[in-house]
């Protein structure tokens, strides 16, 4: 069975940033596209980035490019999100998730992590 942790969330001032984990266990990953989602509260759950596991290929949302970037360790079976430039929109629960298919919907995932508090102050 798939299980996803995600750690790394905090509070920073606008302007810092954070790296944000996700370690996958269970099955062979390389048949899934794993992303970021974040919700803020009253919101519902927003796509952040995602990435094809075989391959590296990635997508952003465009409140994110330029200063997100995700990326994966295979040998840790490990997704990453690195967070630069923060702003207090930013501030969400972020969650990891897996899908059988380059999408950013988030009905598409069907392995999901806890999500971590990420809090960004001005």
């Known amino acids: 069975q798939v299980q996803l942790v995600e750690s790394g969330g905090g509070l920073v001032q606008a302007g810092g940033s954070l790296r944000l984990s996700c370690a996958a266990s269970g099955r062979s990953f390389s048949d899934y596209i794993m992303g970021w989602f974040r919700q803020a509260p009253g919101k519902g759950r927003e796509f952040v980035a995602r990435i094809r596991w075989s391959g590296g290929s990635t997508y952003y949302a465009d409140s994110v490019k330029g200063r997100f970037t995700i990326s994966r360790d295979n040998a840790k079976n490990t997704v990453y999100l690195q967070m630069n430039s923060l702003k207090p929109g930013d501030t969400a629960v972020y969650y990891c998730?897996?899908?059988?298919?380059?999408?950013?919907?988030?009905?598409?995932?069907?392995?999901w992590g806890q999500g971590t508090q990420v809090t960004v102050s001005s």
């Open positions: 998730a897996a899908a059988y298919y380059f999408s950013g919907s988030s009905t598409d995932y069907v392995y």
